[in-house]
């Protein structure tokens, strides 16, 4: 699909706010990449041929499936032509406003990050293999919780909002007829916590303690969830007796964010993918894995990670 627009206002700007975001880009590489993701050989073409048709629906003006839709296809794009991963265009892309000024909820990012997902490396398979949803019908267990399956061998290792590296026999895993959603497990992106700084910064940190957002003076950094953390004055954590990731807890986290402003997934949440082809591998192991990972190309082969952490 190409997009064409009145002007090459927004394409201009769409390329100078993703040198921004990726300092190491040079604006005329952002310019061919934004230029790709529209449906052109290059920047010059786009510079030429932007108006020759009638300029494309805005997202506003989109259903809500096609937009988001068109979210994954430029940040898939601009990702592979840059090298880069797709999550961190995708957090990006609500600033660019390449397509239009349509603010992007937490719901719009959840879909889009696992759309990504399947369209790379968790492709979607029928049956009982790694990536499927499925629920657990055992004691103890939820029968409406759903849970990503984990590369496994004699039982089923798997990865739900809570756990990061849950087991349970394969005879007490359901998968239905019917497809279950997709979803990012809110360990990978729901703070359990925040710390404040001493230099006047606040720090939210995920429930493996790693570091998700930093907040200084307003202005928000998405971290490396390897980010080495400075000194703090004091911690505090959403939830007192354990429970975090639902009820009081959750919606106090929740609403955090929204005080913030961050409706973006921190990048912690594509260590996901990672998690899935190896089920001996941890949040925290994977997060390093993650970033030793460069673009989108090298994270469709991450059945062998553990490689980068004997490095």
């Not at 052109?40 to 805005?58: F, I, K, N």
């Not at 239905?176 to 001493?198: A, H, K, N, S």
């Not at 939210?204 to 969830?225: A, C, N, Q």
Request: with cysteine; hydrophobic share 40%; aromatic share 10%.
């Amino acid at each position: 699909m190409r997009f064409f627009f009145p002007n090459l206002t927004r394409p201009k700007k769409a390329a100078k706010h993703l040198t921004a975001a990726f300092p190491g880009v040079p604006l005329s590489k952002s310019q061919r990449a934004i230029a790709v993701a529209c449906g052109y050989r290059d920047w010059h073409e786009l510079e030429v041929s932007h108006a020759a048709a009638e300029s494309t629906l805005l997202d506003e003006h989109l259903p809500q499936s096609a937009f988001r839709e068109r979210a994954v296809i430029l940040a898939r794009s601009i990702a592979a032509t840059l090298n880069v991963h797709d999550g961190d265009v995708q957090a990006a892309l609500p600033d660019m406003r390449l397509t239009g000024n349509r603010a992007f909820s937490t719901e719009d990012h959840e879909v889009i990050r696992t759309a990504c997902w399947r369209a790379g490396p968790i492709p979607w398979q029928k049956g009982r293999n790694p990536g499927v949803i499925f629920r657990i019908k055992s004691a103890g267990f939820s029968e409406t919780e759903s849970h990503w399956w984990r590369q496994s061998s004699y039982a089923v290792h798997f990865l739900s909002h809570s756990a990061d590296r849950g087991l349970c026999a394969k005879s007490e895993a359901i998968v239905p007829r019917t497809r279950l959603q997709d979803f990012v497990p809110r360990r990978l992106w729901l703070p359990y916590g925040w710390m404040d700084m001493e230099d006047g910064s606040r720090t939210l940190f995920s429930r493996d303690y790693l570091p998700l957002w930093r907040i200084t003076s307003g202005k928000v950094e998405r971290l490396k969830p390897t980010a080495v953390v400075p000194p703090y004055r004091n911690r505090h954590w959403f939830s007192e007796n354990g429970s975090w990731s639902s009820g009081p807890p959750r919606e106090a986290a929740e609403r955090m964010l929204a005080d913030y402003g961050i409706t973006a997934l921190p990048r912690l949440a594509d260590v996901l993918p990672i998690m899935i082809h190896n089920e001996r591998v941890g949040v925290k192991e994977a997060a390093k894995i993650l970033d030793g990972i460069s673009g989108p190309h090298q994270m469709l082969d991450v059945a062998p990670t553990l490689e980068v952490l004997r490095a």
